[in-house]
């Protein structure tokens, strides 16, 4: 039972940071595509620099393993650029449609019932697609860092400067 | 022109990832393997839930259910604690609204639950499907991925925006959007 809870917990932090953050809303996920509002950005890539630090320095310290998913590029591709379609016309990612039902945004449960359904779709074609166009181009777990072969605290300095500038032209942009 | 900048996004994004960074040390420590955030694999598993009471041995014979198994794991809590943490979040500082169309979209396309519905449930389809595709979403792939410097993230998040820029200027059309 453990797992369960752990992961309520987990999901309770998760959500009221979404929330508060305000990118539960579909005027925010859109207005970052329409490239207006950049709140999703400004909060994903503040947790990404935390998060990068925190996470690499558990594992240099070898307390933590990491889970690397993939580098398949036929399904990172096709798949991809479905979900960037369906993310413009639904409006929601499959995290922020559960948090915008419990904020009162109630038309997100029609994003959710069409994810139910692309996820029911997706394992019925799943036999099909598996030695095909999932298959090809498959690079495995490969990390930036272990491609440049190069150490994360190389790129982890970096990246994160990368990451504030983009927040500076954000803000220099009233995006 | 000096513009006031709103910290929440920043503040609430770098909270999340101590958050993050926590629960990978503790699910390591208690349950002997590391859980990094991710949503759209619980939708495979709900969905088959939902199939298996129609036809069980249809869902026990597919390779992908069998594969992701239809079971109540870490991330299936985790997105039940989602729509818990936000509800009470939006209670308590009195941002809950119940809305049957968003701002944007009723601009463009009017106020019709109808037309919001269907375009929301294929958006949906799509989505999901996509992101089952590539094994994530901005959660698992955009989150996670990037946090660990994983080139699937930087890919699948870039592929993910990139499309969702093109494809929303086509859907919108340029119409105004009002700031916070």
Redesign the interface.
């Known amino acids: 039972m453990n797992e369960q809870w752990l992961g309520l917990i987990t999901g309770i932090l998760f959500g009221a940071l979404l929330q508060q953050g305000r990118v539960l809303r579909f005027e925010k996920q859109v207005g970052a595509m329409l490239l207006k509002d950049m709140t999703i950005l400004k909060f994903m890539l503040s947790a990404i620099i935390v998060g990068m630090i925190g996470i690499n320095l558990l594992a240099s310290l070898g307390l933590v393993a990491l889970k690397i998913k993939a580098t398949q590029l036929g399904a990172i591709l096709a798949g991809g650029i479905l979900f960037g379609a369906g993310w413009s016309l639904a409006g929601y990612c499959p995290g922020t449609s559960i948090g915008a039902v419990a904020e009162g945004r109630w038309h997100a449960v029609w994003a959710i019932l069409g994810m139910l359904a692309g996820a029911a779709l997706f394992a019925e074609t799943y036999p099909f697609l598996k030695g095909s166009l999932l298959a090809w181009g498959n690079f495995r777990t490969i990390t930036l860092p272990g491609v440049l072969g190069i150490s994360p605290w190389a790129v982890i300095p970096l990246l994160t400067v990368v990451y504030i500038l983009i927040f500076v032209w954000f803000e220099k942009k009233g995006m | 022109?000096a513009?006031r900048?709103?910290w929440?996004?920043?503040?609430?994004?770098?909270?999340?990832?101590?958050?993050?960074?926590?629960?990978?040390?503790?699910?390591?420590q208690?349950?002997d393997k590391?859980?990094?955030?991710g949503?759209?694999t619980?939708?495979?598993r709900?969905?088959?839930m939902?199939?298996r009471l129609i036809v069980p041995n249809h869902v026990a014979q597919?390779?992908?259910?069998t594969?992701e198994k239809v079971i109540?794991?870490?991330?299936?809590?985790?997105?039940?604690?989602?729509?818990?943490?936000?509800?009470?979040?939006?209670l308590a500082?009195r941002?809950?609204?119940?809305?049957?169309?968003?701002?944007?979209?009723r601009e463009r396309f009017g106020s019709r639950?109808a037309v919001?519905?269907?375009?929301?449930?294929?958006?949906?389809?799509?989505?999901?499907?996509?992101?089952?595709?590539?094994?994530?979403?901005?959660?698992?792939?955009?989150?996670?991925?990037?946090?660990?410097?994983?080139?699937?993230?930087?890919?699948?998040l870039?592929?993910?925006?990139?499309?969702?820029?093109?494809?929303?200027?086509l859907?919108?059309r340029?119409?105004e959007?009002?700031?916070?």
């Not at chain 2, 597919?62 to 259910?65: H, K």
């Not at chain 2, 997105?79 to 009470?88: K, T």
């Not at chain 2, 996509?130 to 410097?149: E, F, I, N, T, V």
């Open positions: 022109m513009r900048i709103v929440r996004p920043y503040i609430a994004g770098a909270l999340l990832g101590v958050v993050a960074t926590i629960s990978v040390l503790v699910t390591t208690i349950l590391p859980q990094y955030l949503a759209s619980t939708f495979v709900a969905a088959g939902i199939e597919n390779p992908y259910f594969k109540v794991d870490w991330q299936f809590m985790l997105l039940i604690g989602v729509f818990v943490g936000a509800c009470l979040a939006s500082d941002s809950f609204k119940a809305e049957s169309t968003p701002p944007i979209w639950v919001r519905a269907v375009g929301a449930f294929f958006g949906g389809i799509l989505a999901m499907f996509g992101a089952r595709m590539a094994d994530g979403c901005p959660s698992g792939h955009g989150l996670s991925g990037l946090m660990q410097l994983s080139v699937s993230g930087f890919l699948a870039a592929l993910f925006f990139a499309t969702g820029v093109l494809l929303a200027h859907i919108y340029g119409k959007v009002r700031h916070e």
